[in-house]
């Protein structure tokens, strides 16, 4: 199946710092999504992005589809930015697979005040 | 506007008794999707879901797990004799489409222990 991996597994910020988080996946994906899982466990939608590039306030994102990475831009980080960042692609598998979400490992932020 | 609702919040139960988590989707989506997190891993795929069919379930562990999503009312995800290697938060997120455009929204899941 397909392989995503993420960079950093951990990063440490002071407040006010900007920061770069990377997806790579193994093979071409029709959907990719980046999530933010705060302290609470919650998972929260930052980006729909299977390609370009988007932005929402300080976060942008882009998808880079051919090369088969999507990067992830946190500017000015805030302490309420802290926790697990998430990226997932839709596996493009074929037939009925459409709905599988495969995840890579996170990048674990932590942004102190 | 209500997003993807998911109860009970915590679930605690004994070995052996049976645990039952609802999913309800968001208004108008028809797809539904299970996803595990066990400690300090990730999010992994159980099942995909339409309204009275399972569409996908290669993520489903071959014993004791189950999942329903009738023509009224929620999805349901089972698990019979439960095992504190159960124990994880569980997602259910939906989708208003199936394939490339299907953005799935999650809600804020199911955390389940086993005693």
């Known amino acids: 199946g397909i392989q995503v991996e993420q960079s950093p597994p951990d990063l440490i910020l002071q407040e006010g710092a900007n920061s770069t988080l990377r997806c790579n996946f193994s093979?071409?994906?029709?959907?990719l999504q980046w999530f933010h899982q705060n302290p609470w466990g919650q998972l929260i939608n930052l980006f729909y992005i299977p390609s370009g590039t988007k932005q929402n306030g300080r976060l942008s994102a882009t998808t880079v589809a051919t090369e088969r990475y999507s990067l992830l831009y946190i500017s000015s980080s805030q302490t309420t930015d802290s926790g697990v960042y998430f990226c997932a692609v839709l596996d493009n598998a074929g037939g009925t697979s459409y709905g599988k979400l495969t995840f890579g490992q996170g990048t674990i932020l932590t942004v102190h005040p | 506007n209500a997003g993807v609702m998911q109860n009970p919040r915590h679930l605690v139960r004994r070995r052996g008794q049976e645990a039952r988590l609802r999913c309800s989707p968001m208004k108008g989506h028809s797809h539904v999707y299970w996803y595990r997190q066990l400690p300090e891993e990730g999010l992994k795929f159980m099942v995909y879901l339409q309204k009275e069919n399972i569409i996908d379930e290669s993520g489903m562990p071959k014993e004791r797990f189950s999942a329903e999503f009738p023509k009224e009312g929620p999805s349901i995800l089972r698990i019979q004799q439960v095992v504190r290697g159960d124990s994880a938060a569980y997602f259910c997120a939906s989708s208003l489409t199936q394939g490339a455009r299907n953005e799935q929204f999650f809600g804020p899941g199911t955390r389940l222990t086993v005693l």
């Open positions: 093979d071409s994906v029709n959907n």
